[in-house]
């Protein structure tokens, strides 16, 4: 069964309404970073938020506060923009203190025009009583029931997500079943993600569909090659209206998060000529964080000067930059010239196998008792680890449970270092692994 992908909300706002504390007051502590990932993006520009079993990808679009009125109203324009582009539900935040504007009024224009469910947000209503009329107010804008919160105090949050939730039933109605492999090409801008794409399709002269009924306004190209069938996401089409480099970089962020979300499999497009950059360790980092397969595209390899041991230095330098994620596979490629353009067929599928293989209980206890005598479990004030059982519970990505006496005494390296034995058996090249660990007592066992 294809696995559902989260739907995406939007914080949008002037500046000063509140976006940063709404979005902190939904994120809480709930916000996923990954322990011991050098290069993740910790500008927190999204996070997952779960209400009431529903788990969705939360985006705030603020950043940059401008001087002038006019600024305000051009950023307020680009904010939506991302906001139309990538989100299923927009959330349009309004201050009840400051009152309706007529920021507001025309940004409330481009969101009718797109089309795109609205859930409009009235900030820093402390006292219902004191500011019911001004909250009416806000009926004005013609986008629907103001909903009256205060982000400070997390007051009228559950109506607020409720709201939200509801938008979702649409959603979830749009996408049937779809088992082909989903690959996503990221990358900073100019590293050659659209000619590998038009590459892509140029070999393989399919149809670009644009799926129709899909709330997204990306184009998803598919390429049958081989007899075979593949669903390209392109997020090559950045709008450069704003020159604001922060602002672009933040875009270039969401653009990746809401391409990775859709994907199986992510290609991150590297420039050979440039080497491996932050901005490419933020994209992989999400890539990372999300669980997805990766395949890491040297592209333009052809423009680089080479002797016997170019491609060595480059593999090691690519390989420190992401050290926490040795699991990516490599290739190095040209767009421009077709260069190993097959390959990456053959390496999207071993990778897509990868991402979605089972392994039966049995081998895996085989494989941890093993393991667990050629290396003795850490101990801790007299207390030794204990691990009791494994058993597969999810693909894409692999994921594991292992059941042990204490929690505690299972540090990160040992998991680790499991892992690196169940890799050692079956590769699971490309393809990140989750381990949960769970505590049993020795009677339950």
């Known amino acids: 069964m294809a696995k559902k992908s989260k739907p995406?909300?939007?914080?949008?706002?002037?500046?000063?309404?509140?976006?940063?504390?709404?979005?902190?007051?939904?994120?809480?502590?709930?916000?996923?970073?990954?322990?011991?990932?050098?290069?993740?993006?910790?500008?927190?520009i999204y996070a997952d938020v779960t209400w009431l079993n529903r788990t969705f990808t939360l985006i705030d679009?603020?950043?940059?506060?401008?001087?002038?009125?006019?600024?305000?109203?051009?950023?307020?324009?680009?904010?939506?923009?991302?906001?139309?582009?990538?989100?299923?539900?927009?959330?349009?935040?309004?201050?009840?203190?400051?009152?309706?504007?007529?920021?507001?009024?025309?940004?409330?224009?481009?969101?009718r025009r797109s089309h795109k469910p609205v859930v409009l947000v009235v900030n820093k209503v402390d006292s219902e009583r004191k500011y019911l009329a001004d909250v009416y107010e806000f009926y004005n804008l013609g986008i629907g029931d103001p909903i009256a919160v205060s982000a400070a105090?997390?007051?009228?949050?559950?109506?607020?997500?409720?709201?939200?939730?509801?938008?979702?039933?649409?959603?979830?109605?749009?996408?049937?079943?779809?088992?082909?492999?989903?690959?996503?090409?990221?990358?900073?801008?100019?590293?050659?993600?659209?000619?590998?794409?038009?590459?892509?399709?140029?070999?393989?002269?399919?149809?670009?569909?644009?799926?129709?009924?899909?709330?997204?306004?990306?184009?998803?190209?598919?390429?049958r090659h081989n007899g075979k069938e593949y669903v390209f996401i392109d997020t090559a089409g950045i709008r450069r209206k704003n020159k604001i480099k922060e602002e672009l970089e933040r875009y270039m962020i969401v653009r990746a998060v809401g391409a990775v979300e859709r994907?199986?499999?992510?290609?991150?497009?590297?420039?050979?000529?440039e080497g491996v950059t932050e901005q490419d360790a933020k994209i992989a980092g999400i890539a990372h964080e999300r669980g997805k397969a990766v395949i890491i595209a040297v592209n333009k390899w052809d423009a680089v000067e080479k002797d016997d041991k170019t491609i060595y230095r480059f593999t090691d330098k690519v390989r420190n930059t992401l050290s926490y994620m040795p699991?990516?596979?490599?290739?190095?490629?040209?767009?421009?010239?077709?260069?190993?353009?097959?390959?990456?067929?053959?390496?999207?599928d071993m990778v897509s196998e990868n991402h979605a293989m089972r392994v039966s209980t049995g081998v895996l206890n085989e494989i941890m008792t093993e393991a667990v005598a050629l290396q003795q479990p850490p101990t801790d004030k007299g207390r030794r680890l204990k691990?009791?059982?494994?058993?597969?519970?999810?693909?894409?990505?692999?994921?594991?449970?292992?059941?042990?006496?204490?929690?505690?005494?299972?540090?990160?390296?040992?998991?680790?270092?499991?892992?690196n034995q169940i890799r050692e058996t079956f590769g699971f090249r490309g393809t990140p692994l989750r381990f949960i660990i769970r505590e049993r007592n020795e009677k339950e066992k």
């Open 8 to 44: 995406m909300v939007a914080v949008v706002g002037r500046p000063n309404v509140g976006k940063s504390t709404l979005f902190n007051a939904l994120a809480g502590r709930r916000i996923s970073i990954v322990q011991d990932t050098p290069g993740i993006t910790r500008d927190r």
């Open 263 to 273: 994907a199986d499999i992510v290609v991150l497009v590297i420039d050979a000529v």
């Open 61 to 111: 679009t603020g950043g940059i506060e401008p001087e002038s009125k006019d600024i305000i109203l051009s950023q307020m324009r680009a904010q939506a923009q991302i906001a139309i582009d990538m989100a299923d539900v927009i959330i349009f935040l309004v201050d009840v203190q400051q009152g309706l504007v007529d920021a507001d009024s025309k940004v409330a224009d481009m969101l």
């Open 387 to 419: 691990l009791f059982y494994i058993t597969q519970v999810a693909v894409k990505p692999p994921t594991f449970v292992i059941f042990v006496n204490d929690k505690e005494l299972m540090h990160f390296s040992y998991t680790r270092y499991i892992e």
């Open 153 to 223: 105090n997390k007051l009228g949050l559950g109506d607020m997500l409720d709201a939200v939730l509801a938008h979702f039933e649409e959603y979830d109605k749009e996408e049937p079943e779809d088992d082909r492999p989903r690959i996503a090409i990221v990358g900073k801008p100019n590293v050659g993600k659209s000619s590998l794409i038009n590459k892509l399709l140029g070999e393989n002269r399919l149809i670009v569909s644009e799926v129709a009924g899909t709330t997204r306004d990306a184009v998803d190209a598919e390429v």
């Open 327 to 348: 699991y990516a596979e490599l290739i190095f490629l040209s767009a421009l010239t077709g260069q190993r353009l097959n390959k990456l067929f053959e390496i999207v």
